[in-house]
């Protein structure tokens, strides 16, 4: 058959049949539509899985560190504790690094576990911070309220000058204690709160990941009764002043 004849032929079945271009046309289309969406999904998928994969490192990694300040609280008293102050604003920094690290990352492959991630991360940071500072203090009330113990057993050599160290080393004490106060009052709401925090971000990785509710319940009671001790310490510090 001629070619020319052929494609008049050719032509002249589609003009009889318009509606199986259509339907190929579309076809085609829709082929197009889901190998799209399919690529789409794939990558959603990963950029998802490797989202969850960091964030769960810098979680795991602050954690850990939790774990081992709390210990602090609840195991025998360190013979070193200007050292442990310092080791525990250490740990504070690296757990801030990992805030910085987890706010630079593009959190729309999964809002939730970003958001979860980042109070519990805070959290972690600031009962650490307040820990360290509570520490610092208490040994600062510590040496202070010894100072003006022995200060005043030299009452009988008072003076003008005596008068004047006595009330200088008792306003730093009272000085040291307030900072005291503060810092361990919000190390102690802190602890208070970890549960709810915890809470939400075990949702998203699991709860194996996180400090168990029970260490931070008894690292707050055990703070509560170091808090309670130092007040009385002070207070007798006081009396002592007040007599003399």
């Given at each position: 058959?001629p070619?020319?004849?052929?494609?008049?032929?050719?032509?002249?079945?589609?003009a009889?049949h318009?509606?199986?271009?259509?339907?190929?046309t579309?076809l085609?289309?829709?082929?197009?539509?889901i190998?799209s969406?399919?690529?789409y999904?794939?990558?959603?998928a990963y950029?998802?899985s490797?989202l969850?994969t960091?964030?769960?490192?810098?979680?795991?990694?602050?954690?850990?560190?939790?774990?081992g300040?709390?210990?602090?609280?609840?195991g025998?008293a360190?013979?070193?504790?200007a050292?442990m102050?310092?080791?525990?604003?250490?740990?504070?920094?690296?757990?801030?690094?990992?805030?910085?690290?987890l706010?630079?990352?593009?959190?729309?492959?999964?809002?939730?576990?970003?958001?979860a991630?980042e109070?519990?991360?805070?959290?972690?940071?600031?009962?650490l911070?307040?820990q360290?500072a509570?520490?610092?203090y208490h040994?600062?009330?510590?040496?202070s309220?010894r100072?003006?113990?022995d200060?005043?057993?030299?009452?009988?050599?008072?003076?003008?000058?005596?008068i004047k160290?006595?009330?200088?080393?008792?306003?730093?004490?009272?000085?040291e204690?307030?900072?005291?106060?503060?810092?361990v009052?919000?190390?102690?709401?802190?602890?208070?709160?970890?549960?709810?925090?915890r809470?939400?971000?075990?949702?998203q990785?699991?709860?194996?990941?996180?400090v168990e509710?029970?260490?931070a319940?008894?690292a707050?009671?055990?703070v509560?009764a170091s808090s309670?001790?130092v007040a009385d310490?002070?207070?007798?510090?006081?009396?002592?002043?007040?007599?003399h």
């Amino acid at each position: 058959m001629p070619a020319r004849l052929h494609r008049a032929l050719t032509g002249a079945q589609a003009a009889m049949h318009p509606g199986s271009a259509t339907r190929s046309t579309a076809l085609g289309l829709a082929a197009l539509v889901i190998a799209s969406a399919l690529g789409y999904w794939g990558v959603s998928a990963y950029r998802k899985s490797q989202l969850q994969t960091a964030v769960t490192a810098l979680v795991k990694d602050s954690s850990e560190r939790l774990q081992g300040a709390l210990a602090v609280e609840t195991g025998a008293a360190p013979e070193d504790t200007a050292q442990m102050v310092v080791k525990l604003d250490d740990q504070a920094q690296e757990v801030d690094k990992h805030v910085i690290e987890l706010r630079g990352m593009s959190a729309s492959p999964n809002r939730a576990l970003v958001d979860a991630a980042e109070e519990y991360i805070l959290t972690v940071r600031q009962i650490l911070r307040n820990q360290a500072a509570s520490h610092r203090y208490h040994n600062q009330v510590s040496a202070s309220e010894r100072a003006l113990r022995d200060h005043m057993r030299t009452a009988n050599r008072r003076s003008g000058n005596w008068i004047k160290e006595a009330v200088r080393v008792k306003d730093r004490m009272e000085k040291e204690y307030f900072d005291y106060r503060i810092s361990v009052d919000a190390f102690g709401r802190l602890l208070e709160s970890y549960p709810a925090t915890r809470k939400k971000l075990a949702l998203q990785v699991g709860a194996g990941l996180l400090v168990e509710e029970a260490v931070a319940a008894n690292a707050r009671k055990r703070v509560l009764a170091s808090s309670r001790r130092v007040a009385d310490d002070v207070e007798r510090a006081r009396q002592l002043a007040a007599v003399h």
